[in-house]
């Protein structure tokens, strides 16, 4: 069958090595499909080239985060879930190689726990429920962490774009409108840019449904031909181990 399984960020010819080394969480293919989608939202929303787009993007799902860079309209960065700077609504964030070893044994479950939601609850609520809690001191304390996570991951991305235009918030949870407009007017106090809730196409289809149909519809040489070009999908190359310089037994 003529089948593409699209990458994620590690694999992008326009991610520097040295960002990848011992790295294999850098965004799987949905974030890195909804990156795409955040440079054509940028370029409708600004009327600008694709060359000209440059913006951080911070999706925060249900079970992960993540942080993305654009520059010049390619992406150079990224953050996943689990090394990211502080926890998610369900995953603990980047595990503390410390908490690892106590654990003896890393499974791939612990990889899906220990989030704010666990924090807060012990349980995994809807974060509609989560979102009305936040005046509980347990639910408040969850929530300023993932918020500090927030912070010092889309500070670490700003720092290797120059001239970000804006910051574009994605994903389940900021589609809450308390917990959205919290977080950008925390980014606004901080970074001074524009914060912009992400709109992609037409339509009720998750992010990354709508960034996978651009790459699909791109592939084929349909209306995002340019833009798939321009992104360098089809240049991806190698597995998500060739940079980790660890002994593994797999």
Not at 56 to 77: C, M, Q, R
């Amino acid at each position: 069958m003529n089948v593409w399984f699209i990458p994620g960020v590690i694999h992008l010819p326009t991610v520097p090595e040295w960002r990848k080394y011992n790295r294999i969480d850098m965004g799987t293919a949905d974030k890195m499909a909804i990156t795409v989608l955040g440079i054509y939202d940028q370029t409708k929303r600004l009327g600008i080239d694709y060359g000209d787009v440059s913006f951080v993007l911070l999706e925060v799902g249900f079970g992960y985060n993540y942080a993305g860079a654009v520059e010049s309209g390619k992406i150079v960065d990224g953050i996943g879930g689990t090394v990211f700077p502080g926890p998610a609504y369900v995953n603990s964030g980047a595990l503390d190689g410390e908490v690892a070893y106590l654990l003896g044994s890393v499974k791939k479950w612990h990889l899906f726990w220990g989030g704010a939601t666990v924090i807060a609850a012990n349980e995994i609520p809807p974060p509609e429920e989560f979102a009305r809690r936040l005046d509980e001191e347990p639910f408040a304390k969850a929530w300023e962490a993932m918020k500090d996570g927030f912070l010092k991951a889309v500070a670490s991305e700003l720092a290797v774009v120059r001239d970000a235009k804006e910051i574009i918030l994605s994903g389940r949870l900021m589609r809450i409108d308390e917990l959205r407009k919290d977080v950008e007017d925390l980014f606004e106090e901080h970074f001074k840019l524009p914060v912009i809730r992400q709109r992609g196409l037409e339509g009720m289809a998750k992010e990354a449904a709508q960034g996978s149909a651009i790459i699909a519809d791109g592939l084929a040489g349909g209306e995002f031909k340019e833009l798939v070009e321009h992104v360098e999908i089809k240049k991806s190359r190698g597995s998500v181990l060739d940079y980790v310089k660890f002994p593994l037994e797999i």
